[in-house]
């Protein structure tokens, strides 16, 4: 009987955690539908010239409102957390006011390009969700830092020349992102898996490969930078390889 328990418990609790990664997908879903839909509007004007005006002068707008909105969300979700309350709908908040941010400065400063690259993110996004779910948390930590080490290598072959500015500072950003990600492995690795007391990471995580995951993203950018697209068509497979690799290693200690 305890062993049916068991067994029931450990089924219930796969079958929510189904149901939470089938939520998360739809909404990856739902968010790429509605970036097709202002790509269609703003770009392609399907409802007149009148209301893609419309959406320039709310962009021009929200570009500078939505750092505010998004930052008020921030301190809404501390708050709440202070006062042991529920931050879910604060963040819930917060993170769509973000989206929404994002994606007026890409639609505003670079028009049916940055509605493109913002389209592609969904579509990553819902793989991280998969491996969120399936997988351990390192693995989803390394699979964001590559993610967006491919995501900026395709960026780079698509749209250096007509964006070089752009370009350079989402490498610079990937730089600084990716040596945060390793500073923060290393005080997670001393704190066994805590920060600031949070749990964030398992006891038993194996921070050598996250650390492995930095230099080989960050040479990978480097050498894209440096050497130019025909190069940074190499590199997408090899950052895609690194990936595969850790997919298998940790598909295995799931077994």
Known sequence: MFEKGKREQRRSQEDTTF??????????VVVEL????????????????????????FFEVFRFAGAAVTIAGVVWAVLWGRKGRSMVLPLACTAGAALLWLVTLFAYYLSEVGLSI???LPAAGAVL????????????????????????????????????????????????????????????????????????????SNYVITWITCVVTAAAM???LALGGTTAFYLLF????????????????LM
Not at 44 to 54: I, P, Q, S, T
Not at 238 to 253: E, I, M, R, S
Request: no cysteine; net charge positive.
């Open 19 to 28: 149901n939470k990664m089938l939520f998360w997908l739809a909404g990856a």
């Open 34 to 57: 509605l970036i097709l839909l202002i790509k269609q509007i703003y770009v392609d004007a399907w409802l007149g010239f009148g209301v893609a005006y419309g959406l320039l002068v």
């Open 118 to 120: 913002m389209m592609v």
């Open 129 to 204: 969700i998969v491996v969120f779910f399936l997988y351990q948390r390192a693995f989803f930590f390394n699979a964001m830092l590559a993610g967006g080490g491919l995501v900026a290598v395709w960026m780079y072959r698509q749209y250096y020349w007509e964006h070089p500015t752009l370009i350079r500072l989402s490498f610079i950003a990937g730089f600084v992102a990716l040596a945060a990600a390793a500073v923060l492995a290393f005080l997670l690795r001393r704190n066994d898996g805590k920060l600031g007391g949070v749990r964030v990471m398992p006891p038993d």
């Open 222 to 224: 480097a050498l894209t």
């Open 238 to 253: 090899v950052l895609a390889g690194w990936l595969f690799v850790q997919a298998v290693f940790f598909t295995v200690k």
